[in-house]
């Protein structure tokens, strides 16, 4: 699978698995970023649908 951009910050998401006392796959920031930029594809979609070129909280 081609390398995805990062969208998340993978520090922060390992200090926060790690309060939830469990560790982070080397591959769980990757897969993250694809499901963040899938939820956005998603509300730009809906934005696009409603005639607006803002997404807002509800496109989500």
Same mark, same amino acid.
Request: proline fraction near 2%; avoid cysteine; aromatic fraction near 2%.
């Given at each position: 699978m ?8 993978k520090?922060?998401?390992r200090?926060?698995a ?5 560790? /982070?796959?080397?591959?769980?920031? %990757?897969? /993250?970023?694809? %499901?963040v930029?899938r ?7 809906r934005a ?9 909280g509800?496109?989500?």
């Amino acid at each position: 699978m081609p390398k995805v951009e990062m969208l998340v910050v993978k520090s922060k998401v390992r200090e926060y698995a790690k309060k939830k006392k469990v560790n /982070l796959g080397g591959d769980a920031a %990757e897969a /993250l970023s694809r %499901e963040v930029m899938r939820l956005v594809d998603r509300a730009v979609e809906r934005a696009k649908a409603n005639r607006r070129s803002t997404v807002k909280g509800r496109d989500i």
